[in-house]
């Protein structure tokens, strides 16, 4: 019954009982977010078993720096900019992308009905083939894709993960949009 109340503290009280000496709450933390961290490394990665790894890794850099979390933002958010970050330093160290600069241009009128505008056609892909098609993006276009609808994070929320801001956050969404149309529009010229 113990741990049924346990469960039901927010992260925060969660992380101030484990910080104050409580280490067997550690589990309920890892029951809370480890399936998300999962399926953000296996997003980025499309490899179960190099996720499954991931996972273990950030848990512990998770663990060993839940003394650092001021509490400034959501502690979801906390957890997906160390997984994100831990993510992207991998595939950079195994040399499996080479990591650009995609803020090349700035649209300062780039409105949010603009971003959403090819929403509609998006949701329509299944999902395997948009898993397919995500694989053919650039990590961070790829990743910002996946912080949106796959974690549902707000514009301001991935800003925050990223670290840049909420404009640089819209013009990446766009753009990976953008260029995920373009391929599914060139995977249906290649079917008719």
Not at 25 to 30: A, I, P, Q
Not at 38 to 67: E, Q, V
Not at 84 to 106: A, G, M, P, S
Not at 154 to 183: P, V, Y
């Amino acid at each position: 019954m113990e741990a049924k109340t346990q469960i039901s503290h927010s992260d925060e009280e969660l992380i101030e009982q484990i910080l104050n000496g409580e280490k067997e709450l550690l589990n309920t933390l890892y029951e809370r977010y480890a399936s998300k961290v999962y399926r953000k490394c296996i997003g980025m990665t499309g490899d179960a078993s190099l996720a499954k790894d991931l996972t273990h890794d950030i848990f512990i850099k998770i663990i060993t720096k839940l003394d650092t979390f001021k509490g400034k933002s959501k502690f979801s958010l906390w957890v997906h900019s160390i997984t994100h970050n831990h993510c992207i330093n991998f595939l950079v160290k195994e040399k499996r992308v080479q990591l650009e600069e995609l803020d090349t241009y700035k649209e300062e009128n780039l409105t949010i009905i603009d971003i959403e505008a090819q929403h509609e056609e998006l949701l329509k892909i299944r999902v395997t083939e948009l898993m397919k098609l995500m694989q053919l993006l650039h990590p961070k276009e790829k990743e910002i894709l996946l912080l949106r609808y796959q974690d549902e994070l707000s514009l301001k929320e991935i800003a925050e993960t990223l670290s840049i801001g909420e404009s640089a956050a819209k013009m990446r969404l766009k753009r990976g949009r953008d260029k995920l149309a373009n391929l599914l529009n060139t995977k249906k010229e290649r079917h008719e």
